[in-house]
């Protein structure tokens, strides 16, 4: 039988656990550009073991709600930044470590114009865009080794709207 999990909005509080919400909020940190861009400096903590920051294009196919999770996965050497190309809310499913396995996951949307960051290690679902189109810019970890672990759910959840 599946259990349902509600989607939340995404607050940097509410996710602080399992990454940074990357957006701009209040003033800038500074002016650039003559007074023409404003600078919302150093918003994700990026972090790598044994490699570089790489940048690629992800194109991922939208999802509809009511959505099956039967998998997350984690990436043990670094973290992973999703960054839309576009003006669209994104489903984020997480889940806390509970002794190498995955806890009970939770699901946030974003607003328009909000990023994340996962944290090193932690549990989170598929990219999950809402609307086509599903492009993101993604900056992970580019190095040798194996960086991804993935938990199959013996039952699935299904995330649904509240």
Same mark, same amino acid.
């Given at each position: 039988m599946s259990q349902h999990i509600q989607i939340q909005p995404i607050s940097a509080q509410a996710f602080a656990p399992f990454g940074d919400l990357i957006e701009c909020t209040g003033p800038p940190d500074k002016l650039i550009n003559q007074g023409q861009c404003g600078r919302y400096h150093?918003?994700?903590?990026?972090?790598? /073991?044994?490699?570089? !920051? =790489?940048? &690629?294009?992800?194109? !991922?196919?939208?999802? /509809?709600?009511?959505?099956?999770?039967?998998? /997350?996965?984690?990436?043990?050497?670094?973290?992973?930044?999703?960054?839309?190309? &576009?003006?669209?809310?994104?489903? /984020?499913?997480?889940?806390?470590?509970c002794d190498g396995h995955p806890g009970t996951p939770l699901a946030f949307e974003t607003e328009?114009?909000?990023?994340?960051?996962?944290h090193r290690g932690t549990?989170?679902?598929?990219?999950?865009?809402?609307? !086509?189109? =599903?492009l993101f810019a993604v900056v992970d970890r580019i190095g040798p080794g194996e960086n991804l672990q993935e938990h199959w759910f013996d039952a699935p959840y299904v995330v649904v709207r509240s």
């Open positions: 150093d918003r994700a903590g990026l972090d790598f /073991v044994d490699g570089r !920051a =790489g940048l &690629s294009l992800f194109h !991922a196919n939208p999802r /509809v709600l009511p959505y099956e999770l039967d998998l /997350v996965e984690r990436h043990p050497e670094g973290s992973q930044a999703f960054i839309p190309m &576009s003006q669209h809310p994104f489903l /984020v499913i997480v889940a806390l470590d328009p114009g909000q990023a994340i960051n996962f549990w989170h679902g598929v990219l999950t865009p809402l609307h !086509a189109p =599903g």
